[in-house]
């Protein structure tokens, strides 16, 4: 069963206008989401108290929709809401990704849906803002930009071409040419090097240490940041990286720095590699961690570091539940 939420609002309190309102809705829900009517089984409606001269579950069935089980009510009275708005939600058979739809004045209740919605994350290895992108992400139903992966893949191809760390001709010489493409498929970034998957491959330990080597280069820099940029200008997301929201968006509204103390990151990133089955030790990750802050802070082309309006996250005593909730709360405020 699949829950598809939405709202309109009217500009009168008239039979008319509630009509044609509900009518617009529904089959704005219906068309977005490629629904047939026998995929519908039941409207649930509300519309706040300064609406009263026509019920919106009858508006709705001479809409058409009178195949499935309908309801409505009336919303309290609540000082500051949204006035002259219908709530509306579907309960429709089927396993797809809903499509909420919010149209007219209730657009203002989910800027999140009905307008582009970025949000840059920053931190060091081992913060816990991957996982707090990926859940962020999958709570506000937009794409994940991994940014890492995409440094990583560089990494890669620097690594089977066999290209020397300190010459940087030979890395631009490389950069230049590489064939990066970053794919979704369900919600999922898929890094594609050279026409080939390399999602997995890009994880190993010694591609990660790499990553930080080779983003130092301004040529790759550059060419990721292109890469980004025009990403996130097209479809709201979620971006996490080392320099989104000082360098890669820096008007991007919604900023976090995410960080921890040494030794909860090198614990979780311990424990993250060892359960892939990498052959390592807490302390060798422990001091990679530490050699790869200090690369990436004091490198001399956007260094990380915390944006002035960013929110300062420390996650070493959150679980990934507080994170989130945090970070949706933090984020609502502003929307």
């Known amino acids: 069963?699949?829950?598809?939420?939405?709202?309109?609002?009217?500009?009168?309190?008239?039979?008319?206008?509630?009509?044609?309102?509900?009518?617009?809705?529904?089959?704005?829900?219906?068309?977005?989401?490629?629904?047939?009517?026998?995929?519908?089984?039941?409207?649930?409606?509300?519309?706040?108290?300064?609406?009263?001269?026509?019920?919106?579950?009858?508006?709705?069935?001479?809409?058409?929709?009178?195949?499935?089980?309908?309801?409505?009510?009336?919303?309290?009275?609540?000082?500051?809401?949204?006035?002259?708005?219908?709530?509306?939600?579907?309960?429709?058979d089927g396993k797809f990704k809903p499509?909420?739809?919010?149209?007219?004045?209730?657009?203002?209740?989910?800027?999140?849906?009905?307008?582009?919605?970025?949000?840059a994350l920053d931190g060091p290895a081992g913060s816990g803002k991957s996982t707090a992108a990926k859940a962020l992400a999958k709570h506000f139903n937009i794409l994940y930009l991994d940014t890492g992966a995409m440094y990583r893949a560089c990494a890669l191809k620097c690594l089977g071409c066999g290209t020397p760390l300190d010459d940087g001709n030979a890395v631009k010489k490389v950069i230049d040419s590489i064939d990066l493409k970053i794919e979704y498929d369900c919600g999922r970034q898929v890094t594609i090097l050279d026409g080939k998957d390399v999602s997995e491959e890009i994880r190993k330990p010694e591609v990660s240490s790499l990553a930080s080597r080779v983003s130092a280069f301004p040529c790759v820099r550059e060419k990721m940041v292109e890469m980004q940029r025009k990403i996130a200008s097209s479809m709201s997301c979620v971006v996490d990286g080392r320099d989104i929201g000082t360098n890669v968006l820096p008007d991007c509204e919604h900023k976090f720095y995410i960080t921890a103390s040494t030794s909860v990151r090198a614990n979780r990133r311990f424990?993250?590699?060892?359960?892939?089955?990498?052959?390592?030790?807490l302390e060798s990750v422990e001091a990679d961690i530490i050699a790869r802050d200090k690369r990436d802070t004091e490198r001399e082309v956007a260094p990380l570091r915390k944006a002035k309006d960013a929110v300062l996250v420390d996650t070493s005593d959150m679980t990934e539940k507080q994170v989130l909730e945090y970070l949706v709360n933090k984020i609502q405020e502003k929307i």
């Open 1 to 92: 069963m699949i829950a598809i939420r939405g709202a309109i609002t009217v500009d009168s309190d008239t039979p008319e206008e509630i009509k044609g309102a509900v009518k617009d809705l529904l089959c704005s829900i219906k068309e977005k989401n490629n629904l047939s009517q026998d995929d519908v089984v039941c409207i649930m409606l509300s519309s706040t108290q300064d609406i009263h001269s026509f019920y919106p579950a009858k508006a709705a069935r001479e809409a058409g929709f009178d195949g499935c089980a309908l309801f409505s009510s009336a919303e309290p009275d609540i000082e500051g809401s949204l006035p002259l708005c219908i709530r509306v939600m579907l309960l429709c």
């Open 271 to 281: 424990l993250e590699e060892k359960a892939k089955g990498y052959e390592t030790s």
């Open 99 to 119: 499509c909420h739809v919010y149209l007219r004045g209730a657009a203002l209740l989910r800027k999140d849906l009905t307008s582009r919605l970025v949000v």
